[in-house]
């Protein structure tokens, strides 16, 4: 028994962890995601399930996603998808629907946001009964592998901005890497109206906004090696319009 | 109240009191040298929160970890993850 328990640490705790990992052009990336993760819980212990919601993606994610489904069970692995690209943010809602447990964690399935963090999400969370955990970038340990000097001085310049701007309590704003009870995320999507990008910035906000409770865990944010970024160009221009919108109403 | 809100309450309470002493608005009879450090006292804050958030923003960058171990553990793991994937059936 004894040595069972050592094996499976967590195995006997309550709680249940939703994974939403939407996808847009993933067939490459899902596989790997999706083992790392069974990987990781495996080992920790704790209970979860991986809810994949793709939107109709043309390279046939979705075939991939059911073949995954096969050799991992139907129990562990669960496919809601959706017709046609609708957007993130409604991917979430979607997601939360069909969520079973009472912890989501949120992340992007093109591996720039590893597994291996998130027990470590969960340890921090248990630690201070957070409402809501925040993988950042930008603080200890963190940080980000692939990017040059011009991008690291946007995202460090457009990082002040936000913090001096909106004092929010939080280090990493845009950063989509989190773990969330599962009420308190279903009330902060009921709330958030932003669109794509500047989406993760209201959710962190809004929940300062709330009074929840926020703990932080560093990441290492390795740039996605397959497949296409899906947001592009105006990414300056939609930030700073969605900075002056949080920054007026909130 | 929203961050606008506060930031124009913030700076209305700081150009009050700088309207105060500068221009001596409630005839305290201040001695000449306070108006003459509070007239350009604005500029100076300005230009040191700009200097402030420059050097904040370049020593950032310059810390910003390059995570190379991540990055290779990751590929190692790639590799490891098609392996077993193949093995368990997975068409790619
Ligand atoms: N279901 C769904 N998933 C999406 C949609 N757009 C993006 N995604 C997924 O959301 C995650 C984040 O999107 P990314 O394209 O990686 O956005 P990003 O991280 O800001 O940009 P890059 O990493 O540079 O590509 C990925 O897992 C995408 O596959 C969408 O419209 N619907
Ligand atoms: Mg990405």
Redesign the pocket.
């Known amino acids: 028994m004894a040595s069972r328990k050592t094996l499976h640490p967590n195995r006997d705790s309550e709680d249940k962890y939703s994974i939403l990992?939407?996808?847009?052009?993933?067939r490459e990336n899902l596989p790997l995601i999706v083992w790392l993760l069974v990987k990781y819980f495996g080992e920790s212990g704790y209970n979860y399930e991986v809810i994949i919601?793709?939107?109709g993606s043309p390279d046939g994610t979705l075939e991939v996603a059911e073949q995954l489904q096969k050799i991992y069970g139907e129990d562990k692995i669960l496919l809601r998808p959706?017709a046609k690209?609708?957007?993130?943010g409604t991917?979430y809602i979607h997601g939360i629907k069909h969520a079973t447990g009472n912890f989501v964690i949120i992340m992007?399935?093109?591996l720039?946001h590893h597994p291996k963090f998130i027990p470590e999400f969960i340890e921090k969370q248990k630690e201070g009964d957070y409402d809501l955990v925040s993988g950042t970038r930008y603080k200890g340990n963190g940080g980000v592998y692939g990017w040059d000097l011009r991008r690291k001085l946007i995202s460090r310049g457009a990082n002040f901005l936000t913090q001096v701007l909106l004092r929010p309590g939080a280090s990493d704003l845009t950063g989509?890497f989190r773990l969330y009870k599962k009420e308190v995320l279903e009330s902060l999507v009921e709330r958030c109206v932003s669109k794509g990008?500047v989406f993760q910035m209201e959710m962190i906000v809004r929940a300062r906004q709330l009074n929840y409770t926020i703990g932080e865990v560093p990441i290492s944010f390795v740039?996605?090696v397959y497949?296409?970024?899906?947001?592009g160009g105006n990414e300056i221009v939609s930030f700073v319009k969605g900075l002056i919108t949080l920054f007026a109403t909130t | 109240m929203t961050k606008l809100v506060e930031w124009l309450f913030g700076v209305s309470v700081v150009v009050a009191a700088w309207a105060l002493v500068s221009f001596d608005l409630l005839d305290l009879s201040l001695p000449q040298t306070y108006r003459e450090v509070a007239w350009p006292m604005p500029l100076y804050l300005l230009v040191s929160f700009g200097c402030y958030s420059l050097a904040t923003v370049g020593y950032r960058v310059a810390t910003f970890n390059d995570c190379d171990e991540a990055a290779k553990e990751l590929q190692g793991q790639i590799k490891e993850a098609k392996e077993d994937l193949r093995k368990k059936g997975l068409k790619m």
């Open positions: 990992l939407p996808t847009y052009n993933e919601i793709d939107d959706r690209k609708l957007g993130l991917a992007d399935a093109d720039s989509s990008y740039d996605r497949g296409e970024s899906k947001l």
